[in-house]
């Protein structure tokens, strides 16, 4: 598994900015576009290149996301 896999990584559609919006636990900064595959392929590597940051500087990463989440319907 990589280090990146480990983290949450969301992109949905955001009526304020009427594009995509991609966000990820791990990278401090967002990105956005009008085709969802497209952001979701950028956050990738932003994901990619933020943790190549911390290991060039040899810090810890931060704690994990990914599974944490959970959904449940209203009731």
């Known amino acids: 598994m990589k280090d990146a896999d480990r983290y949450a990584k ?3 559609w955001s009526e304020e900015d ?3 919006v991609g ?3 791990v990278a401090a900064s967002d990105c956005h576009g ?3 595959r497209e952001v979701f392929a950028e956050l ?3 994901v990619d290149e933020v ?3 911390y290991h060039v500087d040899k810090r810890p990463l931060p704690p994990a996301a990914a599974g944490r989440f ?3 319907a209203a009731e």
Do not use: K, N, R, W
């Open 34 to 36: 009008d085709d969802e």
């Open 70 to 72: 959970t959904a449940s």
């Open 44 to 46: 990738l590597d932003i």
């Open 18 to 20: 009427q594009c995509y």
């Open 23 to 25: 966000s990820a636990g």
């Open 10 to 12: 969301i992109v949905e």
């Open 51 to 53: 943790i190549a940051l």
